[in-house]
């Protein structure tokens, strides 16, 4: 491969590597209605990338009488049993993971969860996916402020500029686009805009380093802006 390879490649999870948002849904509308209020799945959608604690605001807005901790605690507790009996992997994310990592390029796994529920997907992977985990209850400020993904370069030690970042959601796609990082946007349960600056993916599947390589390339020789 004459391309050159990302410094690092940054990837999201809910809603990238996993199908888990339909899980967040269920566990947030089960919790508004415990408490007598309305939950739309309209609702539940405007919340996906949102840090849990900025989506505990908004449901105790709706209704639930806890306090934010006890909300997040709620959420991921229900999510984190879906998650143990089964991982939903998108189609290619393990794959597009092996020829990242076979490729000896660094990996972060950049995500709004907790550490804990990070911590059993990234377990699940056959193999030693990331270098390290960035997760939602150990950064400042949430997507999409850019904090997370400027924690994940500054822990790799490369140039956020150099690296690629892979997300789904509005949140996602503008925290890394304001860090710096080459992203590519791969909606699944939101709609991204054309022009918010990443590239946009259908899907991972049949996806390489070979892909990434050739968008570092691009961006280097001003192709890709």
Known sequence: MNAPTPAA?????????????????????????????????????????NGLWDSAAVLQSRGVDLTADEIVERLVNGVLGRIRDEVPWLPGAQELLRSVRDAGVPTALVTMSTRDLAEVVADAIPFPAF??????????????????YLTAAERLGVDIERCIAIEDSVPGVTSAVASGALTIGVPLHSTLDEDAGHVRWNGLAGRTIDDLAELISARTTGALR
């Open 9 to 49: 490649v940054l990837f999201d999870m809910d809603g990238t590597l996993i199908d888990s948002e339909p899980y967040w849904i269920e566990e947030e509308t089960a919790l508004v209605h415990a408490f007598g209020g309305t939950w739309s799945h309209e609702d539940a959608l405007s919340l996906v990338g």
């Open 131 to 148: 270098d390290t985990l960035v997760t939602g209850d150990d950064v400042p400020q949430p997507k999409p402020h850019p904090a997370p």
